[in-house]
C-alpha cells in the first residue's frame, strides 16, 4: 500500500521498510503493519489532538512532569509551543508506561522507538501468527471468560505495584495473542501516586472489566475488586500473589466531604477544559 505521509519520515530514516496494510483505526490513532528488515511489526500514528475522540482531560494530565517550568507555563495556557509540548507530553507517556510495565512483568506490547509521532512496537500475533483479536471480538464461555478476567486482574495489580494505572481499560484495549490477554493504549495512563483521582480511575477500569466477563459469568457483576485492590495497596499489602474475593467490608467511618469536593472541582475544570478547546 501507499506509504501513509506520517510514516514517511521513518521510511526516509531507514526505521521501516514498507508499510503492509492498516490493521486498526482507534480513537487515539491509526495502526499499521509494516515491515523492518526481516521483522513484521506495528506503527501506531497517533491523531492529532483536535481529530481524537478521546480528550486530554484534566484528570489524565495531573501528575505528568514536563522538562522545565516553561513548558509547563506554555501548555497551562494553551499556546502552540505549550499545545505542541502537550502532546509530546501524551505520547511519550505511552512510551515510558510500556517500557515502566515491562520491566516490571506485565503483559504489554515491546516498543522499539517514537519518531515524529509514530511508535513502533511489537505485532502481537495469535497461534496462527495472525494479528491478535481485540478481547471485544473474541467468542467467550464461562470458563474462558473467568480465566481471562483473573489474568487480566493480575496484570491490573502488577500495573499498580509499578505505580501505574491503565485509566481507559475495557474490552476495546486488550489484546489476545498466543499466551493469552495483552494490555494496550497506554497514552492515558495515570501515576498511582500523583494523581487524585487514582482510586476512581482503578476502580472505572476494574469495574468495566467485571461488566463485560460478567456478561458471561454473571457473579462477576457488583464484585468490588478494584475498591480490594486499592484498599490493599493503601495499606502496603497488595502482591502479586495476595488473594482476591471481590469484596470489602462496609466502612463504618463518616463519609469523606472533602473527597466528594474533590470530584465536583475536578468534574468542573474538565468542563472548563473542554468549553476552552
Known amino acids: 500500500m501507499k506509504t501513509p505521509k506520517r510514516i514517511q519520515p521513518l521510511v526516509d530514516e531507514g526505521l521501516v521498510d514498507e508499510v503492509t496494510r492498516q490493521l486498526m483505526s482507534g480513537k487515539e490513532a491509526l495502526v499499521y503493519v509494516v515491515r523492518c528488515g526481516a521483522e513484521v511489526r506495528c506503527a501506531k500514528v497517533y491523531k492529532e489532538a483536535n481529530e ?43 512510551v515510558d508506561a510500556l517500557y515502566r510495565l515491562a520491566a516490571a512483568g506485565v503483559r504489554v506490547p515491546t516498543p522499539y522507538v517514537c519518531f515524529d509521532g509514530v511508535l513502533l512496537m511489537e505485532l502481537l500475533t495469535d497461534a496462527d501468527g495472525n494479528a491478535a483479536p481485540r478481547l471485544n471480538d473474541v467468542p467467550l464461555t464461562p470458563e474462558l471468560a473467568r ?43 495515570i501515576d498511582a501516586a ?13 469495574g468495566n472489566l467485571a461488566n463485560f466477563f460478567g456478561l458471561h459469568a454473571p457473579e462477576l457483576l457488583g464484585s468490588q475488586y478494584g475498591a480490594e485492590i486499592w484498599n490493599l ?7 502479586v500473589d495476595t488473594p482476591l474475593t471481590g469484596r470489602v467490608a462496609a466502612p463504618d467511618a463518616p463519609a469523606d466531604v472533602d ?19
Open 52 to 94: 481524537r475522540s478521546f480528550r486530554q482531560a484534566v484528570a489524565y494530565q495531573e501528575g505528568r512532569r514536563v522538562k522545565n517550568s516553561r513548558q509547563a507555563r506554555a501548555m497551562e495556557k494553551g499556546t502552540r509551543y505549550g499545545r505542541k509540548m502537550a502532546e509530546e507530553v501524551w505520547q511519550n507517556a505511552e
Open 147 to 189: 480465566r481471562f478476567h483473573g489474568a487480566i486482574l493480575r496484570q491490573v495489580v502488577l500495573m499498580l505495584i509499578a505505580g501505574v494505572i491503565h485509566g481507559d481499560l475495557s474490552e476495546y484495549n486488550i489484546l489476545i495473542d498466543a499466551d493469552g490477554p495483552v494490555i494496550i493504549d497506554l497514552p492515558q495512563a
Open 194 to 206: 500523583g494523581s487524585s483521582v487514582a482510586a476512581q480511575m482503578l476502580a472505572r477500569d476494574v
Open 233 to 239: 495497596y493503601q495499606a502496603g499489602l497488595l502482591t
Open 259 to 277: 473527597a466528594v469536593l474533590r470530584e465536583i472541582e475536578l468534574a468542573r475544570r474538565e468542563e472548563a477544559d473542554r468549553v476552552a478547546r
